[in-house]
C-alpha cells in the first residue's frame, strides 16, 4: 500500500506539494486528478524516491522512500509522464536489463516479458534499436519493463499520452486486472473518463493540496454535481 504523511515539498518561496495526506490501500485503483502545476508529478517524484521531501514521509509497502528506498522501490512500478530508456538496446534487451535489476530469474523473466510484450503488440519490434521507435511504442516498452517483476505498488504519471486508443485499452484493463489482485494501483492522468471509468477512488490536488479524495459518487453527494468534469472545475477554479 501507500502510505503518504503530512506531505510538503518546497521549491524556493513555491509549495509545490502543501501538507499532503494519503493511503491507498492494496486492490485500489487510485486516479490523482488537477491542473498543470497541481503538485501531481512532484508528489508522484517524491513516492517514487525522486525527490526529497521537505518535510512528511511516504511508506510503500511499509518501508519509507527515504530511509529504505531500495526496499520500498523493489516493490513498485514507476512509469514517469516522460520515460527514460536506453536508446541503444533493443526493447528485448531492455526487457532482460530490467528483469536482472529486479533479480528475476530466467525462466520467469522471458515469461513474462513475453506476455507483457504481446498484450501491447511489441512482437515486432523486440529486435529494433528502441531509438528507431515511435513515441507510443516506446511509452508501451516503458510499461512493460515497470510491470515484468510484479510489483506490489504501481505508479504511473500520465501513462495513456502517446498511446492510441487499442493499447489505452490494453493498458487500462491490465491495471484493472493488477488493481483486482490486490495491487495498490495509482495513476495521475488529465483525462477525466479515465477516473470515471476506472477509479474506485479519485483524488483532486490544486495548488499543492489535496482538494477532495473519494469515489465519483462520494464526490458528486460532497460537491452537489452531477459529472466529475463539473466536479473538478469547480473545486480547481481560482476565481470561484
Known sequence: MIEIEQLKKQFGDLR??????????GGEFFV???????????????????????SGSVRICG?????????????MAYVPDFPFL?????????FRF????????????????EHLANRF?????????????SHGTKQRVAIVSALMHSPEVVVFDEPMVGLDPHHSRVLKDILREQADAGVTVFVST?????????????GIMH???????????????????STLESIFLSLTDDDA
Open 121 to 133: 503488440n511489441l512482437g515486432d519490434f523486440l529486435a529494433k534499436p528502441i531509438e528507431s521507435l
Open 86 to 94: 536506453y536508446d541503444k538496446l533493443t526493447p528485448a534487451e531492455f
Open 190 to 202: 488529465h483525462q477525466l473518463s479515465v477516473a470515471e471509468e476506472m477509479a474506485d477512488r479519485i
Open 63 to 75: 518501508f519509507d522512500i527515504g530511509t529504505s528506498p531500495i526496499e520500498a522501490r523493489r516493490r
Open 207 to 225: 495548488q499543492g493540496r489535496l482538494v477532495a479524495v473519494g469515489s465519483h459518487e462520494e464526490l458528486q453527494a460532497a460537491n452537489r454535481d
Open 98 to 113: 530490467t528483469g536482472k535489476l529486479f533479480g528475476m530469474k530466467d525462466p520467469a523473466m522471458e515469461a513474462k516479458a
Open 16 to 25: 509545490a506539494v502543501d501538507d499532503v495526506s494519503l493511503a491507498v490501500p
Open 32 to 54: 490523482i486528478l488537477g491542473p498543470n502545476a497541481a503538485g501531481k508529478t512532484t508528489t508522484i517524484k517524491v513516492m517514487a524516491g525522486l525527490m526529497k521531501p521537505t
